[in-house]
């Protein structure tokens, strides 16, 4: 019977880790309305997730606003770089993909080449931030390793890439699945990352976990 009102147990433990789902979800989410806030916002739901959903540790939404603060800066000014780019590169696939199913022939062709040429950029831009939320950046360094470990890992990164659109179009499309899909999406491609960070970590300087 004891085991049962333990906190840290059983069901009790289970009911935490959904709080933890629907809550990190939600808060990320609203950070994220601002838009230019969606970088450090991520930066700190990845790191939250691995460290509290994933590890089963303590602390979630305390962990969450220390690692917001403390990538705030970076995080902002990569935000910045990231968005009008991404919103450039993906206007033009919508507009290639249109007249690519209405020309067909070498418009089509066209647009299939333009789709797997966002795999570098899209995926880039799917490492981005959770390297900031478990190591130590500036901008420039952020981006120069984001660009080599996607090309150093592209098996891992195409499989992220799918995962986070096809959620992203869940969730559009959909609207319910924002109160739990950004932490599921975010666990499933931490197996992903965290195997490679773990490999590449003699040569990164991993952050600190928070004292208090």
């Known amino acids: 019977m004891g085991e049962f009102f333990n906190p840290e147990k059983g069901i009790w433990a289970w009911l935490s880790t959904l709080v ?9 989410v609203c950070l994220c309305l601002p838009v230019v806030t969606a970088g450090p916002a991520t930066a700190a739901l990845y790191y939250a997730v691995v460290t509290c ?6 602390g979630a939404f ?7 603060r403390q990538n705030f800066k970076v995080g902002l000014l990569a935000g910045l770089i990231v968005i009008p780019l991404a919103l450039s590169l993906f206007g033009g696939h919508f507009i290639v993909r249109w007249y690519g199913t209405r020309w067909g022939g070498g418009a089509y062709v066209l647009y299939v080449a333009y789709y797997f ?8 831009l799917c490492w981005l931030f959770p390297l900031l939320g478990r190591f130590d950046y500036g901008v420039g360094g952020l981006f120069r390793t984001s660009l080599q470990l996607t090309v150093a890992h592209l098996p891992s990164t195409v499989v992220v890439t799918l995962l986070t659109a096809q959620t992203a179009v869940f969730c559009i499309e959909r609207w ?4 739990f899909m950004p932490v599921t999406a975010t666990l499933l491609a931490s197996l992903f990352f965290e195997k490679i ?13 928070p004292d208090e």
């Not at 040429?117 to 880039?124: C, E």
């Open 117 to 124: 040429a966002l795999i570098l950029p899209a995926g880039m």
């Open 197 to 209: 960070f773990q490999a590449h970590s003699p040569e990164l300087a991993l952050k600190e976990e």
């Open 62 to 68: 305390r962990r969450y606003f220390h690692s917001l």
């Open 53 to 58: 959903v994933r590890k089963r540790e303590s």
């Open 20 to 28: 933890d789902i629907f809550g990190l979800s939600i808060l990320w």
């Open 176 to 179: 319910w699945p924002v109160v």
